[in-house]
C-alpha cells in the first residue's frame, strides 16, 4: 500500500466548482481508497492505494466527472515523488522575493527538457527554470499587483500540455500534511 497525492484542477478556483471536501473525500472512498484526506480547499486528496498511478488517473477522474459534472484533471502523485520536488535547487535553499513567486506545473505526460534554461518569456515576467519527469518549475513576477500567465510560456514550449500548479510554499505544506 502506497500513500499518493492527487492533484486536482479547477477545484474551488476563481468561484466556479465549489466542492465541499466531505463530498470529495466520499468520491474517493467510493472507488474503495483508503485514508482519504483533504487538504485545503483547492484538490489535494490523500489516499492510500495499491494500484499504478496511471491506473488511479484513469480511474478518479471519470468518476469525479460523473458526480461533480464537470472534467476534473487528476494528476496523482507518491508523497515520495513530492518530497522530492522540494528539493530543487533553485527554490528550496531561498524564499522569493515579494513580488516573485515559485510554481510547480504537474503534467499528465513526461515534459522533454529544453535545450536552454532558463526559458524566459517574452515579455520577461516569467521564467521556466526547471523540468523534473512530469513538472514544470516556474519562477515568475507580480508586476503592477497582476501575475505573470505562466501557462502561455509552458504552451509555447512544451505544447498544449494541460496542468495544475501549486506554490512551492504550499506543496511543502502538503507534504507535511499528506505524511501527518
Known sequence: MRRYIAFLRGINVGGNRVVKMEVLRKLFEELGLEGVKTYIQSGNVFFDADADPQKLEAQIAP??????????????????????????PLFCDKEPGENERYLVL?????????????????????????????????????????PADPTKLVSVTFGDIQTTGRFFHTLKKIVTAAKA
Open 63 to 88: 468518476h469525479l466527472h460523473t458526480a461533480l459534472g464537470f472534467q476534473v484533471p487528476v494528476y496523482i502523485r507518491t508523497v515520495e515523488e513530492v518530497d522530492s520536488l522540494l528539493e530543487f
Open 106 to 146: 504537474f503534467t499528465a505526460e513526461k515534459v522533454t527538457v529544453p535545450k536552454k534554461l532558463p526559458l524566459t518569456s517574452a515579455k520577461g515576467d516569467c521564467e521556466i527554470v526547471g523540468v523534473g519527469k512530469k513538472e514544470v518549475f516556474v519562477r515568475y513576477f507580480v508586476t503592477n499587483g497582476r
